[in-house]
């Protein structure tokens, strides 16, 4: 068993101590989807209700207007503009996002002069391409800066792999994300911005005289989905990034690869249900609780317990389908001093086989330095250890 534990170590730099957990009966029919690509997920813990090709990059579409929105709702709150900041509709945005490019537009016409706020709803409410290029030309100069600033931005809010060319997802390869990254964008949008997370539930917006509903027509279905776009992009699909509330329960769910619009609204809907229906959520440990002991070297003490800062609660399936197992992960060799509150490593929690949530670790008090006599025992273990 010493010889086991010390080969884990040595191959993975780390140390990870299983936890105790009930176990459940195996579920009769798992549940699957349609979808290529697919990321839901509950909201208030994290975590990850069914996942697949989560971390693939696709061509995003119209769902890239999430992050053109984002950086002006950034660039609003940071005092840079306003919503009543005016950008003026160039040829450029006029013929290449307006009614003469025959795609998704809010018919901004030639020459005019449109506010930050009326653009946004353009943008938000029927995915407006001219909005997009109003936009980007009016606050960088030109689509190709404004992109840039959008990868910047991306990368400033967590986005490690999106890359953005253009403003508003018009075909290009160079536009890239992953359903994972779509996901942590909208919850971001809505978690810092919920004055304009609304405009993403607007069932209607007229401009220059031209009444258009929401084209995201998810939301007049009256299912209880709030936002917040669509995309379609040839050779991929149909895709969705769809957020609902129910009960207290806010689900985000991003997929993609699907046939048709109405392949993607049923299944948008039942993925939806299933998530709402199927889980619900359970303390696996309380604010402050030993979660476990983690070997200290050089220290005055062997071991720091160590716990969480905040209850750590997941949601698990209602039929009891999954065992839940909990890990610990740090790296090794934790040396002292350890500081009492100083976070130590992660827990990380899975059902069955899948990892649904990962929760920093802290040690729960002081460990100081040992004598010389007992940190030349913690390197001879150490040393012994490694070879092992």
């Not at 689509?143 to 959008?150: D, H, P, S």
């Not at 931005?153 to 890239?176: D, H, M, Y």
Request: charged fraction near 20%.
């Amino acid at each position: 068993m010493v010889r086991r534990y010390n080969k884990l170590i040595a191959t993975l730099c780390a140390v990870f101590l299983a936890l105790a957990a009930p176990s459940y009966a195996q579920q009769a029919a798992p549940f699957d989807s349609k979808a290529r690509q697919i990321y839901l997920i509950e909201e208030s813990t994290g975590t990850v209700l069914f996942s697949r090709g989560e971390d693939e990059l696709f061509p995003p579409a119209s769902l890239m207007k999430l992050m053109t929105a984002e950086y002006v709702f950034s660039e609003i709150k940071a005092g840079k503009i306003s919503e009543n900041t005016e950008y003026k509709v160039s040829e450029y945005a006029w013929r290449t996002g307006g009614a003469l490019s025959r795609t998704s537009t809010m018919f901004a016409a030639l020459n005019s002069n449109i506010r930050v706020i009326d653009l946004l709803q353009g943008v938000i409410v029927q995915l407006a391409n001219d909005g997009c290029i109003i936009l980007a030309e009016g606050m960088a100069g030109s689509e190709e800066k404004f992109a840039e600033a959008l990868t910047a931005r991306a990368r400033a809010i967590g986005l490690e792999k999106s890359v953005f060319v253009n403003s508003n997802g018009l075909p290009n390869p160079g536009n890239k994300m992953t359903m994972r990254e779509l996901v942590l964008l909208a919850r971001h949008i809505r978690i810092e911005y919920p004055q304009y997370f609304k405009l993403y539930s607007q069932d209607a917006f007229e401009w220059n005289k031209i009444f258009q509903r929401n084209k995201n027509t998810l939301i007049q279905q009256n299912v209880g989905i709030d936002g917040m776009a669509t995309g379609f992009a040839e050779d991929y699909g149909f895709a969705v990034l769809a957020t609902i509330q129910r009960n207290g329960t806010r689900l985000f769910l991003a997929m993609g690869g699907l046939k048709s619009d109405k392949e993607r609204n049923e299944e948008t809907k039942r993925v939806l249900e299933w998530g709402l229906t199927s889980f619900h959520k359970q303390i696996v440990f309380k604010a402050g609780e030993t979660i476990a002991d983690a070997p200290v070297f050089g220290g005055d003490a062997s071991h720091v317990a160590l716990k969480a800062i905040s209850d750590i609660d997941i949601f698990v399936p209602v039929d009891n389908a999954d065992r839940i197992r909990a890990r610990i992960a740090y790296r090794w060799p934790l040396k002292a001093p350890v500081k009492s509150g100083q976070q130590v490593g992660s827990l990380i929690i899975s059902l069955g086989e899948r990892a649904v949530r990962t929760m920093p670790v802290y040690a729960s008090s002081d460990i100081g330095t040992g004598t010389l006599t007992s940190k030349a025992y913690d390197g001879l273990k150490e040393l012994l250890f490694f070879w092992l």
